[in-house]
């Protein structure tokens, strides 16, 4: 947890994480308890196609989760849908369409949450299709190195915002070896307290952002995007406009760069990166 200079307070947490209840390496226990040595302020356990009931867990909060796929190859639509926050079981199935998991969730009181886009190789004209997706994964640790290649579906992202949808945008550890992937990528939620309706109520608003490392903020003034950060290397942001010159901002410990909005932007974000290749990247904005 911290508090911006605006008193707003931000809690961290980690929305995709599988244990010994189904392909992971850590039980649940261990698995909670190593996260919150970590600083995390709430996890969800989502072990695959299950129901993971909140837990009381001491120092953390513990929300509900289960993870639901659809498809066994990207040919023939594989998708893999992240439920938190359920107050029931959603009763997800893998005789289940995309769109019926994700109405489950949200029947069940959840969010739903798009996982690694990339390394399932969802198509950005495949995912526009449904609706309701709360969230998607721009970020998977465990979809990297050195067990995966593909943890950034940045691409597809945009691609989507460029087709006038864009999605929220988070990080996620997406847990099973607690290896190289553990306590890597999150996100940061600013919320009044650290409850499972505070939490969800603020990612369904769209206010957290995703990061490994460096705390931002970014705000629309006008015709420009400020964002601020802790010290960085540097501060890129993305548009829909091919060229932009003041695109990627390069200094030893930057904590600040502007934006000029182009006449044929439709969206910008932006992505920080830290000296230690640490990233974090703010949501869309629609202008």
């Known amino acids: 947890m911290y508090t911006d200079k605006h008193g707003n307070t931000w809690f961290k947490g980690n929305l995709h994480m599988h244990t010994t209840d189904s392909d992971g390496a850590m039980s649940p226990e261990d698995a909670i308890a190593l996260y919150r040595e970590n600083g995390y302020d709430f996890v969800a356990v989502t072990d695959h196609r299950q129901f993971c009931p909140p837990r009381d867990a001491e120092g953390i909060l513990v929300l509900s989760g289960g993870e639901y796929n659809t498809g066994i190859t990207p040919a023939e ?43 399932s190789l969802n198509a950005p004209d495949f995912i526009e299709k449904y609706e309701g997706i709360d969230a998607t994964e721009i970020y998977n640790s465990v979809s990297g190195f050195p067990r995966n290649v593909r943890p950034d579906s940045s691409l597809i992202t945009d691609m989507l915002a460029m087709r006038g949808k864009p999605l929220k945008l988070a990080a996620a550890d997406d ?39 460096p705390r931002i903020e970014a705000f629309h003034e006008g015709d420009t995007i400020t964002v601020e950060t802790t010290p960085a290397a540097s501060i890129a942001f993305f548009s829909d406009t091919v060229w932009v010159e003041d695109r990627v901002h390069i200094e030893d410990g930057i904590t600040k760069a502007v934006y000029t909005i182009g006449e044929k932007d439709t969206f910008v974000r932006a992505e920080v990166i830290d000296a230690d290749g640490n990233k974090a990247w703010t949501q869309y904005f629609s202008v």
């Open 77 to 119: 639509g594989l998708v893999h849908i992240v439920g938190v926050g359920m107050t029931a079981d959603p009763k997800g199935s893998t005789e289940d369409s995309t769109q019926v998991l994700i109405d489950k969730v949200h029947r069940a009181g959840g969010i739903a949450i798009w996982a690694h886009p990339a390394w």
């Open 175 to 213: 847990t099973h070896f607690y290896e190289c992937e553990t306590c890597k990528s999150y996100i940061w939620v600013k919320a009044e307290n650290c409850t499972r309706e505070a939490i969800l109520d603020a990612i369904r608003a769209g206010d957290f952002y995703a990061s490994q490392g």
